[in-house]
Structure formats: C-alpha cells, structure tokens
C-alpha cells in the first residue's frame, strides 16, 4: 500500500510538472473505457428494465382505459340506433323536414397568440381550403370558437374563453336560452342575465341555440361550475367551465352549416304570409293613423 500511495504521489507529480503526461492519460483512458462500459452496464440494464416496464405499464394502462371507452361507445351508439329511428318515426309525424349531417373538413393547431390578454390562435386552413370568417371550430369534446380572420393558407380563430366572444346558448336539460361570454380564462366563461329564479344548476350542459345563424343548434359548449345567488339581486352570478379542451387540443373541426334561408322583405316571417293579408293590414294600419291624426 506504501507503495502504491507513492506511486500514485509520483505520477500527481508528473502530471502536474510535465505536459507529455496528457497524451499518457488520453490513451489509459481509451485503455479504461471498456471497464467503465462494462462497469455501468448492470445500472443501464436496469435502468432499460425500469423504462420498459413503466413504458409497459403505461400501455396496459391506456389499453383498459381504451377498451372501456370502447365499452361505453358501444352501449351508446346501441341506444342511438333506438332514440334515431324514434326521432325519424316523429319527425314522419310532424311532417318535419329531416336533420342531414354538417359536412366538414379538420385542422391542425399552428400556432398560439403570445398576447396573454387575448385568447386566439392559427390553424393550417385557409381560404384555399373553403374557410370563411365565422366559421364554427370544434375539437373532440366541444365548441372551441370560430374563424375571425382567413389567408391563403392559414385561419386566425377567436377561443370562446376570450373576452370579447359571445354566443346564445340554452340549458340541455330544459332548453332555457341565455348569452355565454368568455371570462378570458382558459377555464372560464360566464352566463349573462340568469333571472334568480331561473332552473340552472351545477352540472347542467350548455349547449348551441342556433339563434344567432352562425353556430348549428346542439353542439356542447361549456357546463356550469358555479351558480350564486346574492339576496337581493334580480340576477344570478352563474359561471361555467368549457368542455372543449382548450388548452390541450391540437386537431380541430371546421364546420360547413346549411346557409340560412333568405327571404326578402323586412323579415323573414313577412313572405311567408299572404300578399293579400299583408295588404290589408298595411290598409288597417293607416286608417288608425288618419283617425288619430283627426282626433288631435
């Protein structure tokens, strides 16, 4: 042991004092190496046995969650089949026109506005690909916003959690119709003008209206998270949490609904009625007017 604790001062030495040393070291380094790889090889090994196993885990994980969902899937497009062919036996018997899909195309997430104040971000559709301004976005789960801004090859989208955007909805499960407006959060929106008494409760699903002529009825768009009532207030404060996922989507839906039916005239419901009716009350109208203009 003395000896080797002198050699090892003798060769500290050396290194220290001569240069030709570095080139001695370089190549007992190459001389070394195998032993170091062989050295470290039971912890790589293990550490390649712990990631395959987490990584195996994580898939058998994510098999059962898939096979579940599939389960749940399954179940609900057997009752679909049931409530469909009922919604068409009632529609035959309304004389109701039927429902047809809404055609539409998907987009990927290009890129994110900086602007902490605003909620917007670009996808790779544009005008190329039949995008207009107001055109409805979805993602997987709900309404993610609509198009504000159309280039060649890219759209702008406004989020529904900005500040700025608002749309009708009404309550799914008694179709109460109210206007829903971002909070500028991420998880935040708010519901204008609830009367106190009004039937909204935490849970209910907000979904489209279809009143505005801009976004398809139906369509899911937030689920109410908070309803308060302050004494003494004619309004409630009720705020809802929208069920697209914002701030994780990376693929969207562009819709492509039914244009509105136009109609000419000052509204729609005035050429629907009978030219003669119309006549006649436009002719009633302006006796009221000659008579009251007498009468003063």
């Given at each position: 042991?003395?000896?080797?604790?002198?050699?090892?001062?003798?060769?500290?030495?050396?290194?220290?004092?001569f240069t030709r040393m570095e080139t001695v070291?370089?190549?007992?380094?190459?001389?070394?190496?195998?032993?170091?790889?062989?050295?470290?090889?039971?912890?790589?090994?293990?550490?390649?046995?712990?990631?395959?196993?987490?990584?195996?885990?994580?898939?058998?994980?994510?098999?059962?969650?898939?096979?579940?969902?599939?389960?749940?899937?399954?179940?609900?497009?057997?009752?679909?089949?049931?409530?469909?062919?009922?919604?068409?036996?009632?529609?035959?018997?309304?004389?109701?026109?039927?429902?047809?899909?809404?055609?539409?195309?998907?987009?990927?997430?290009?890129?994110?506005?900086?602007?902490?104040?605003?909620?917007?971000?670009?996808?790779?559709?544009?005008?190329?690909?039949?995008?207009?301004?107001?055109?409805?976005?979805?993602?997987?789960?709900?309404?993610?916003?609509?198009?504000?801004?159309?280039?060649?090859?890219?759209?702008?989208?406004?989020?529904?959690?900005?500040?700025?955007?608002a749309l009708p909805i009404q309550v799914n499960?008694?179709?109460?119709?109210?206007?829903?407006?971002?909070?500028?959060?991420?998880?935040?929106?708010?519901?204008?003008?609830?009367?106190?008494?009004?039937?909204?409760?935490?849970?209910?699903?907000?979904?489209?209206?279809?009143?505005?002529?801009?976004?398809?009825?139906?369509?899911?768009?937030?689920?109410?998270?908070?309803?308060v009532h302050d004494p003494g207030e004619p309004?409630?404060?009720?705020?809802?949490?929208?069920?697209?996922?914002?701030?994780?989507?990376?693929?969207?839906?562009?819709?492509?609904?039914?244009?509105?039916?136009?109609?000419?005239?000052?509204?729609?419901?005035?050429?629907?009625?009978?030219?003669?009716?119309?006549?006649?009350?436009?002719?009633?109208?302006?006796?009221?007017?000659?008579?009251?203009?007498?009468?003063?």
């Open positions: 042991m003395l000896a080797c604790a002198i050699l090892a001062i003798t060769l500290m030495f050396v290194d220290l004092r070291r370089a190549q007992l380094s190459t001389l070394v190496a195998p032993v170091q790889w062989v050295v470290s090889l039971p912890s790589d090994v293990l550490n390649w046995g712990a990631l395959a196993l987490s990584e195996q885990r994580a898939l058998v994980d994510e098999n059962r969650r898939l096979r579940e969902q599939i389960l749940t899937l399954s179940h609900r497009v057997q009752r679909m089949a049931s409530l469909t062919a009922e919604n068409v036996r009632l529609r035959e018997l309304l004389s109701a026109t039927q429902e047809r899909d809404i055609p539409f195309i998907t987009a990927e997430l290009l890129s994110l506005d900086p602007d902490p104040f605003t909620h917007r971000m670009v996808i790779d559709r544009g005008r190329r690909d039949g995008v207009f301004v107001g055109q409805p976005v979805m993602d997987a789960s709900g309404l993610v916003g609509q198009v504000t801004a159309v280039s060649a090859y890219s759209s702008r989208v406004l989020l529904v959690a900005d500040a700025s955007h499960r008694n179709g109460l119709r109210f206007v829903i407006q971002g909070a500028g959060r991420d998880q935040g929106l708010n519901v204008l003008h609830v009367p106190d008494t009004a039937d909204i409760r935490e849970g209910d699903l907000l979904v489209t209206s279809g009143l505005a002529g801009r976004f398809p009825p139906g369509y899911p768009v937030a689920r109410v998270a908070e309803v309004f409630a404060r009720v705020k809802a949490d929208p069920v697209a996922k914002l701030q994780r989507s990376r693929h969207f839906l562009l819709l492509f609904p039914p244009e509105p039916r136009s109609s000419k005239g000052r509204g729609g419901w005035v050429a629907s009625l009978d030219p003669s009716a119309v006549e006649a009350a436009r002719r009633v109208a302006g006796d009221v007017g000659e008579h009251v203009e007498g009468e003063e």
